[in-house]
């Protein structure tokens, strides 16, 4: 967990946050599943990751049960720990919800009436843009779960916001597969961080109509042709 400690600077003492091996441990995990290092249905091995990421078994366990908890690992019995199986099928029915509870979103927060969660699109679309200089696939589909996760907010309904986020890490996850298809298919880093930037257009635009039709096309459109070319 995050623990919070004084340290002693110019201006005397400040605080910082610094995060425990069981954190860390996570952290690098989560993005070796999110870059696709470690590939879906793949076996953990304790051995093996205690060894590569320099840490005991006890703080490895830990960490594997919060991204068990995340849904991105799943244990089997006698077997061990496993990267959760998602087949292009579940990413795309996750995409689906995820579009959807955007759409909603959109219908009821649509003109925009609190600017402030534009100017946080903005940062989060600039933080893609870099990330996508960078060919930092990882920090990129963290940033385009903020850039999609301020979008739901420009909707006042908390309960919605709460339902989205319950399934951050999945997401996240099913992000990854959908960029992982969409630069076999469509495009590259660079375009698409262009594509989030005309979703964001719309939506300022304040044109109900015109952001839907961006929306309607834009996380789970690049499964249905993955799919249909999986299936041939």
């Known amino acids: 967990m995050k623990t919070t400690k004084l340290v002693r600077g110019d201006s005397g ?3 910082v946050e610094s995060y425990s091996l069981v954190d ?7 993005r070796q599943i999110f870059e696709g290092e470690l ?20 703080p490895l366990r830990e ?19 496993f990267v959760t199986t998602f087949t292009p099928k579940d990413a795309h029915d996750i995409l689906v919800i ?15 009436a609190d600017r402030s969660r534009l ?20 920090a990129l589909i963290r940033a385009g779960y903020a850039f999609h996760w301020t979008l739901v907010q420009i909707s006042d309904n908390s309960r919605l916001q709460a339902i989205y986020a319950s399934v951050q890490q999945q997401i996240k996850m099913c992000m990854a597969l959908n960029l992982i298809a969409r630069e076999r298919y469509f495009e590259d ?15 300022e635009s304040g044109d109900l109509r015109r952001a839907l039709a961006e929306l309607a096309d834009h ?9 249909r070319d999986d299936s041939e």
């Open 219 to 227: 996380g789970a459109g690049s499964f249905e042709r993955y799919l």
């Open 189 to 203: 880093l660079t375009e698409h961080v262009a594509r989030h930037r005309q979703l964001l257009e719309a939506v």
């Open 13 to 15: 003492l400040h605080p």
């Open 39 to 58: 590939v879906s249905g793949e076996r953990l091995g304790e051995e093996w990751l205690t060894s590569k990421l320099e840490i005991s078994r006890p």
């Open 98 to 112: 995820r579009t959807g509870l955007e759409r909603m979103a959109f219908e009821s927060g649509i003109p925009v």
């Open 63 to 81: 960490a594997l049960r919060i991204l068990e908890s995340e849904g991105l690992v799943e244990r089997r019995p006698r077997r061990g720990s």
């Open 24 to 30: 860390l441990a996570a952290d690098e995990i989560r």
């Open 119 to 138: 100017v946080q699109a903005h940062a989060a679309l600039a933080e893609m843009d870099a990330c996508a200089r960078a060919d930092d696939r990882a």
